[in-house]
């Protein structure tokens, strides 16, 4: 696929139209494809494959073509959590409704001297970083005592809404598991374009199994941060993202649907 337009968002500069050839020259950039609205009212068509992919960065997360499983990027490779709870190594010619990737360069490095569960995983992390104002890709890499994951089974058309489809979602439990959890802690005013807050997903150490991240309790970990000020959105140029309406808000949905 040819991106011809996307929506370039430099923080704390400028909102302007531009191709994909515009993108800032450093690797400091979030590329994202669609938005977490159109996700959520069921618009699943790939629009990205995942060698275009690639080419915006080695890290993130994200979903398939009609929605078939849990996408995550770790180290150039993409990985798909099928609703089987097994990772496969995605094919580029594999496409992509809704991902969000970047190149990871860590900006800090926190080891947290106790036992942290999801909730103060967050709290650890929202007392150490400098501001809420901007975007961080996360990654926790080490020994967990407790992980648990979902993913969402492929869908036909004509799609569900995304909150449907998650109220009958196979769930995997992970004790005492060694891997690796990324994602990315996003600011409020992404709200409708992103996930505002903590959006993370987990792979094993042997990159067999995962899924989007529910709960976790690690026992030996290291945490690293990658602060991000830029944020670089492609919008889809055709499909059900035109005929989507994306202008009523759903409060709670989008809750409902990462827990």
Known sequence: MKIQRGLLMVLCSAVALCGCSHLPDNKDVLFQTSTISALLEGAYDGEVTCKELKKHGDFGIGTFDALDGEMLALEGKVYQIRAD???????DSLSTPFAAVKFFEADKTIVPDTSLNFKELEECLDRLLPTKNILYALKVEGVFKYIKTRSVPKQRKPYPRLVEVVKNQP?????????????????????????????????????SAGGHLLECSTSNVTIEVDYTRAFFVVLP???????????EKKEGELERVEK
Do not use: S, W
């Not at 802690?185 to 990159?207: C, K, M, Q, S, W």
């Open 171 to 207: 769930t995997f439990e992970f004790p005492n598991i060694r891997g690796t959890i990324v994602g990315f802690r996003l600011p409020a005013y992404v709200d409708g374009i992103n996930v505002p807050g903590y959006h993370l997903h987990f792979i094993t150490e042997d990159r």
């Open 85 to 91: 709870g097994k990772a496969y190594c995605a094919e």
């Open 237 to 247: 140029e055709h499909g059900d993202f035109y005929q989507v309406d994306m202008t």
